[in-house]
Each structure stands twice: as C-alpha cells, then as structure tokens.
C-alpha cells in the first residue's frame, strides 16, 4: 500500500491504499517535503504478513562492508570510540536475510538502525518497483547511514 499525495504549494492531503485499492485514511496538513510515493502498512490490511499473503519473499545480502579511514582519521575521537576503524562488526559479506512478512525486521537481522535505513527500498521491491539504472529488474543497493562505516545491501524479490 502506498500514501498518495495530492495537492498544490498550499496544502497537501495524503490517503492510504491498501494493495487491494481500498482507502483507510486520509488526513490533510501532510508536509510538502515528502516524496510522491512513501510505503506505509495498514494493520488491518489483509493482504500484508498474513497467511496466503501475495507478497514475494526477499533476500537482503550484505554486499560489502567499508571503512571511510579519512573520516574517520580527521572526525573520530579515538579514546571515545576505539574501534571505528574496523568494517561494521554486526554484518559479514555474504549474510543473508528473508523478509516474508513485512513490515517485520527478519528476526535475524543484527541492527534496527540499519533496518531503517533500508526499509524504503524493502517495501519497493516488495510492492513491485524495478529501479531505474539496476541492472536486474526486481533489485535495489540501500546502505545504512553510518557516515564512517556504511554496510551496502543487495535488496531482492524472490520469485517463486
């Protein structure tokens, strides 16, 4: 489901769609600042998390793994935070994580800041989006907002 705004350089107004087309809410005052398409969930939808759901799995993968030594070096109290020299210790290249049931974080999946982060790019390959310049449809590359040591994902749709 997705919020759709409408409006012009005065007001905006905002309706939740369910995926099967129904409105839930709408609600006036939505700042101009938001983009066009922003995913929300609606509990009582019945098409999302719930059994015979027809929502695809997807597959997060850690795709790497940096370290910004410069900024690190020039911003970085080093008696503070000794350790921010090192790639992100909570993932490894490689690990991997299904998402079936979203807006759920995969229990498994070791950090909720980087799961924000994310999220957007989640909830549109789940609801369908292929992203322009990705060279396979069905996939997107978020990374956390770690300034010193961002970890990239590999987003993608299992289609089964």
Not at 37 to 53: I, Q, R, T, W
């Amino acid at each position: 489901m997705w919020v759709q705004l409408q409006g012009g350089t005065v007001g905006w107004s905002a309706a939740i769609v369910c995926c099967n087309g129904r409105r839930t809410l709408e609600r006036e005052g939505v700042p101009a600042v938001l983009p066009t398409l922003l995913p929300l969930v609606d509990p009582s939808c019945p098409h999302v998390g719930s059994e015979g759901a027809r929502l695809p799995k997807l597959r997060i993968t850690v795709a790497k793994r940096a370290v910004h030594q410069d900024l690190v070096d020039r911003y970085v109290d080093k008696v503070k935070a000794p350790n921010m020299s090192a790639p992100c210790h909570r993932f490894t290249e490689g690990q991997s994580y299904v998402v079936d049931g979203f807006p759920a974080k995969p229990a498994d999946f070791p950090c909720d800041w980087a799961w924000v982060d994310i999220q957007r790019d989640v909830a549109m390959i789940l609801f369908g989006a292929d992203l322009r310049g990705t060279a396979k449809p069905g996939t997107a590359m978020p990374c956390c907002s770690d300034g010193f040591r961002p970890v990239s994902f590999l987003v993608e749709r299992i289609e089964e």
